[in-house]
Nanobody, 121 residues
Framework: QVQLVESGGGLVQSGGSLRLSCAAS????????MGWYRQAPGKQRELVAV???????NYADSVKGRFTISRDNAKNTVNLQMVGLKPEDTAVYYC???????????????WGQGTQVTVSS
């Protein structure tokens, strides 16, 4: 199993910045794409940003130009730098990763426990 642990959430004012981090651990054989999702109260979980093992990125239109996703393959970590935060960004942010372990040949999707981001106006 692969465990994902997020950190860096908190309460910030509109226009502020936060940096979220996610560390993967466990019997990791390989980690492919990693991403960040968020879920606001009463809404579906949505993709925020994704980054492949090769470094290609994609962002939700709502965060383009404000959020930057990055990863360190050697450390099995993925980060989300968020600037110009808006109240609409308030949500629980979840780390996601596709990975393989030594006890399973296929790819599985793993999720972190989530970290709360609250942006006040």
């Amino acid at each position: 199993q692969v465990q994902l642990v997020e950190s860096g959430g908190g309460l910030v004012q509109s226009g502020g910045s936060l940096r979220l981090s996610c560390a993967a651990s466990g019997s990791i054989f390989s980690i492919g794409a990693m991403g960040w999702y968020r879920q606001a109260p009463g809404k579906q979980r949505e993709l925020v940003a994704v980054i492949t093992s090769g470094g290609s990125t994609n962002y939700a239109d709502s965060v383009k130009g404000r959020f930057t996703i990055s990863r360190d393959n050697a450390k099995n970590t993925v980060n989300l730098q968020m600037v110009g935060l808006k109240p609409e960004d308030t949500a629980v942010y979840y780390c996601n990763a596709n990975g393989r372990t030594s006890d399973y040949a296929g790819w599985r999707s793993y999720w972190g426990q989530g970290t709360q981001v609250t942006v006040s106006s």
